[in-house]
């Protein structure tokens, strides 16, 4: 009985070991903690391929995450409530958004992303204050892989 438990052993190692190496197809992941009006990723580069946000939220506040592919904030269109206004995005540049995010959840977006330069922001509206307008927007870089 003992060779047929190091048979088994031996061959548990193995699989373990076939697993860990697979686990590099999977992509990168992103953990981004969403504060009141801050938005943290931890890591603001990753290789192109497929990467989760895993946004984590630490306010008080319903927050969100949009994906966007452009240089810098600051060409996002704005509203007069200083909101983004998504529908002036090109299609081709909305990457994704994972909505709706309570206090203390977390939510995942997964995405195929090429090398560029990205935004990631919060674009809730709370009464007349703009989670974007007051800070929630970080840019975020995909590096040739």
């Not at 990457?95 to 997964?110: A, C, F, I, Q, R």
């Amino acid at each position: 009985m003992t060779w047929k438990r190091l048979l088994v052993g031996t061959f548990l190692a193995f699989a373990v070991i076939g697993l860990g190496a697979c686990g590099s197809d999977s992509g990168e992941t992103v953990n981004v903690t969403a504060g009141d009006y801050s938005l943290k990723p931890d890591s603001t580069s990753v290789p192109a391929g497929d990467v989760t946000f895993k946004l984590k939220n630490g306010g008080g506040f319903v927050h969100e995450l949009v994906v966007v592919k452009v240089a810098s904030a600051s060409d996002l269109p704005t509203k007069p409530d200083g909101e983004v206004d998504e529908d002036k995005i090109p299609e081709p540049e909305r990457m994704g958004e994972v909505e709706d995010v309570d206090p203390g959840k977390t939510k995942s977006l997964k995405l195929k992303l090429e090398a560029g330069k990205y935004v990631l922001f919060c674009n809730r509206l709370d009464g007349t204050t703009s989670h974007f307008d007051k800070g929630m927007h970080v840019d975020f870089t995909v590096t040739a892989a």
